[in-house]
């Protein structure tokens, strides 16, 4: 039986005062304070705020289109209904946006954080990352994670002067880690920043130790987790995953029933603990719910042969050779190499330049982010143009599978 929570009766009285009394929580971050690396250019208008203006800048960036053929959880499925990442970062924007709302932070902060924070991903999901991940730290010592990346692909390959407030909230939205409190870790430096940056790099536990330095940072962090516990469960259904069971047989309700009720419920919740505190916070009872949520999701859906499996036997075999002569491509000049015609050619022609020429980039991170930047599809085909003699015949799951 489905159970959809609601704010308190006192929560709901004293918002309505604070709005009628102009008294609401003022824990927003002032846009008039961000900071970029170029300070004399982008500067915010009274109709275009400075994180208005990132939102605007990562929509127009050139990968973002990419977003739409990137796998969010399944791979091979030739099925519009099936979530890729696209509607991921849609959903967590708008999440993050309806908490945010409700305890009055910077929407277009949020925003801009939402959107931008998976451009980094890899193809084939978190597989595709783990497979890169493992290329990078074989040929180079250094560790890949999107959310790093992300913030390569805006920061450096793309240099779009974002400010440093969306950037740390991008490289700290890790939706793998989750937490009943989110307190801001202050950063006001980008050189604060760039060692961030680079201690993720060199060291793999760096990553679940870095915190948003905004409400907005921490909103979007939590909002990630949201998005994806109840809609991946109705992808695996629509998969044809046919033992996941959507409801967990929950007969107390609460947040482990439908994806609705996640959402709704998770909010409420957040909003309930952490209205006018300089936090963001679930009680233990929905923290707890969420932890084992998300434990389900791994036994149920991520760990399951159908997911992660298939990927290992196929994809990371196809990724290392790949890798390989791509890196080898570059290192002789082949100029007629994808690697040149479609990678480095498409960021040199575009007009965000980055802050050194491109091709001065060591080359293993050439291969790497041209990798990393690879939608599903172009994966698959680029490598069999490169091997036409060794091609792989990858089985997609097709529309009219159930009625053969």
């Known amino acids: 039986?489905?159970?959809?929570?609601?704010?308190?009766?006192?929560?709901?009285?004293?918002?309505?005062?604070?709005?009628?009394?102009?008294?609401?929580?003022?824990?927003?971050?002032?846009?008039?304070?961000?900071?970029?690396?170029?300070?004399?250019?982008?500067?915010?208008?009274?109709?275009?705020?400075?994180?208005?203006?990132?939102?605007?800048?990562?929509?127009?960036?050139?990968?973002y289109n990419r977003y739409t053929d990137k796998t969010q959880v399944f791979s091979f499925y030739k099925?519009?209904?099936?979530?890729?990442?696209?509607?991921?970062v849609q959903l967590v924007s708008r999440i993050a946006r309806t908490i945010g709302s409700a305890l009055n932070l910077n929407l277009d902060l949020i925003e801009a954080i939402a959107l931008g924070h998976d451009i980094g991903?890899?193809?084939?999901?978190?597989?595709?990352?783990?497979?890169?991940?493992?290329?990078?730290?074989?040929?180079?010592?250094?560790?890949?994670?999107?959310?790093?990346?992300?913030?390569?692909v805006l920061d450096t390959i793309f240099n779009h002067n974002l400010t440093l407030d969306t950037l740390n909230?991008?490289?700290?939205?890790?939706?793998?880690?989750?937490?009943?409190?989110?307190?801001?870790?202050?950063?006001?430096?980008?050189?604060?920043?760039?060692?961030?940056?680079?201690?993720?790099?060199?060291?793999?536990?760096?990553?679940?130790?870095i915190i948003p330095s905004t409400l907005e940072g921490c909103v979007v962090r939590v909002s990630d987790i949201i998005a994806y516990l109840g809609k991946d469960r109705l992808d695996a259904m629509k998969s044809k995953l046919s033992y996941v069971d959507p409801t967990l047989n929950d007969e107390d309700g609460r947040i482990r029933t439908f994806n609705a009720e996640i959402i709704n419920?998770?909010?409420?919740?957040?909003?309930?603990?952490?209205y006018g505190k300089p936090y963001i916070k679930l009680d233990e009872e929905?923290?707890?719910?969420?932890?084992?949520?998300?434990?389900?999701?791994?036994?149920?859906?991520?760990?399951?042969?159908?997911?992660?499996?298939?990927?290992?036997?196929?994809v990371r075999p196809l990724m290392q050779r790949m890798y390989k002569k791509l890196l080898a491509d570059l290192k002789e000049g082949n100029k007629s190499s994808p690697i040149f015609k479609h990678h480095i050619d498409f960021i040199n022609t575009n007009?965000?330049?980055p802050r050194l020429p491109y091709l001065e980039t060591e080359p293993n991170q050439i291969v790497i982010d041209y990798m990393a930047s690879m939608t599903d599809d172009y994966c698959t085909e680029l490598y069999n143009f490169m091997f036409p003699n060794k091609p792989i015949d990858f089985h997609y799951h097709g529309y009219f599978e159930d009625l053969v």
């Open 169 to 209: 909230g991008i490289i700290t939205h890790n939706g793998e880690f989750e937490m009943n409190e989110y307190r801001p870790s202050p950063m006001d430096s980008f050189d604060d920043f760039d060692k961030m940056v680079e201690s993720c790099y060199v060291d793999q536990s760096n990553i679940i130790k």
């Open 286 to 314: 929905h923290y707890s719910l969420m932890k084992e949520a998300k434990r389900d999701n791994y036994a149920m859906i991520y760990n399951t042969y159908n997911v992660s499996k298939v990927l290992d036997e196929r």
């Open 1 to 63: 039986m489905s159970k959809y929570e609601r704010l308190s009766p006192e929560l709901t009285e004293r918002m309505r005062q604070d709005i009628a009394e102009g008294k609401r929580p003022d824990y927003a971050r002032d846009s008039s304070f961000a900071i970029r690396r170029d300070p004399s250019s982008d500067r915010e208008s009274i109709w275009r705020p400075a994180y208005s203006r990132d939102v605007d800048k990562i929509l127009h960036s050139p990968y």
């Open 79 to 88: 099925n519009d209904d099936i979530t890729r990442r696209a509607l991921h």
């Open 121 to 152: 991903h890899t193809p084939f999901g978190h597989a595709g990352e783990k497979y890169i991940s493992e290329l990078y730290q074989e040929h180079c010592g250094r560790y890949f994670n999107h959310n790093v990346h992300s913030v390569r």
């Open 265 to 274: 419920n998770l909010e409420v919740n957040i909003i309930e603990h952490s």
């Open 351 to 353: 007009h965000y330049s």
